[in-house]
């Protein structure tokens, strides 16, 4: 019913930067929160930073000051500028989505497939 497709991964040197996209597309009525996690090798999976559909922010220690989450109501995109990366950002980033169905007017949490993003030199 509802579609999340990350775009902007990708292989960046330490110190570079990316910018991550994310497109959502369905029986969509309402988007309330937004967010970017990920998951390196091996760990959990990890909040990186979420935005309301206000604009209230929230970000992981390890990514605040290098990292910026924004968002598109009207485009229900939500993208993250991430600067100044380092080897330890290496990790699949996914997309979530807390979404009302225009059908029900439920609410239901949506993930995308992920984007590789590697910091290497």
């Known amino acids: 019913q509802v579609q999340l497709v990350e775009s902007g991964g990708g292989l960046v040197q330490p110190g570079g930067s990316l910018r991550l996209s994310c497109a959502a597309s369905g029986s969509i009525f309402r988007i309330n929160a937004m967010g970017w996690y990920r998951q390196a090798p091996g760990k959990e999976r990890e909040l990186v930073a979420t935005?309301?559909?206000?604009?209230?922010?929230n970000y992981a220690d390890s990514v605040k000051g290098r990292f910026t989450i924004s968002r598109d109501n009207a485009e229900n995109t939500v993208y993250l500028q991430m600067n100044s990366l380092k080897p330890e950002d290496t990790a699949v980033y996914y997309c979530?989505?807390?979404?009302?169905?225009?059908?029900?007017?439920?609410?239901?949490?949506?993930w995308g497939r992920g984007t590789q993003v590697t910091v290497s030199s």
């Open positions: 935005i309301t559909s206000g604009g209230s922010t």
């Open positions: 979530n989505a807390r979404v009302v169905l225009t059908t029900t007017r439920m609410t239901y949490d949506y």
